[in-house]
């Protein structure tokens, strides 16, 4: 069975300071690995994801995240937020054989102060 | 182009009614799945179906009840609603259900209120 586990449920930060996302996972077999961002009132959509390959994944909006396979971790990271980035993130993994389900982490509530 | 689309954005109605959700994904996918989404943000699975056939069914009450007359289509009906229904729903589909193509694309979400 795999499962999710965003450390953080609130992370408070003010305008251009760092941001890092934690979340963890735990899977016994090969993983692929998701952040999705949902803004206000919207759905979610992808922010980035690891496949395979380079552990160090850039997505959209300035945000990266590192695949870190023996701390079984997956933090999003963003060296200076925006008002903008204000939203919730989720976690979510999945992995080749358990078809259909992928595991969402229980969000983080990302808040930008001026 | 709409990727994902939901109907209706919300949706109010008194206990005991039934209604329904439609869902519509433009994208070519495989695989469609429901989301319920609770006030404190929590996303719980509920169904997904591959290629029309129901692949995952979580512990959902019988009263809701998925329907896929298509691959592009997956529908939410709900019976005898109850208060704790109250939530957004999201539709989402991926190109597959496993693996590297599980990457989702989600749908805006539907406001169920029951009052």
């Known amino acids: 069975a795999q499962s999710v586990t965003q450390l953080d449920s609130q992370v408070p930060v003010f305008e251009e300071a760092p941001v890092e996302l934690r979340c963890n996972y735990s899977s016994s077999v090969s993983v692929y690995l998701f952040w999705y961002v949902q803004y206000p009132n919207q759905g979610l959509q992808l922010l980035l994801k690891?496949?395979?390959?380079?552990?160090l994944v850039k997505g959209i909006n300035g945000f990266e995240a590192e695949f870190n396979k023996s701390q079984t971790s997956f933090h999003l990271r963003k060296p200076s937020v925006h008002i903008s980035d204000t939203a919730e993130y989720f976690c979510?993994?999945?992995?080749?054989?358990?078809?259909?389900?992928?595991?969402f982490g229980d969000g983080t509530t990302l808040t930008v102060k001026p | 182009d709409t990727a994902v689309s939901q109907t209706p954005k919300y949706l109010v109605t008194q206990m005991g009614n039934d209604k329904s959700i439609k869902c519509e994904q433009n994208?070519?996918?495989?695989?469609m799945y429901w989301y319920k989404q609770d006030s404190k943000k929590f996303l719980k699975i509920m169904f997904s179906?591959?290629?029309?056939?129901?692949?995952i069914n979580e512990t959902v009450p019988n009263r809701f009840s998925p329907k896929s007359p298509d691959k592009a289509h997956l529908n939410l009906h709900i019976n005898s609603l109850e208060l704790g229904d109250s939530a957004v729903y999201f539709c989402?589909?991926?190109?597959?259900?496993?693996?590297?193509?599980?990457?989702?694309?989600f749908g805006p979400g539907t406001r169920l209120t029951v009052l």
């Open positions: 994208l070519g996918h495989d695989t």
């Open positions: 179906y591959n290629n029309k056939e129901l692949i």
């Open positions: 989402a589909s991926s190109q597959d259900s496993a693996g590297p193509y599980n990457e989702q694309f």
């Open positions: 690891y496949l395979s390959g380079s552990t």
């Open positions: 979510a993994v999945t992995h080749g054989t358990n078809a259909g389900k992928s595991t």
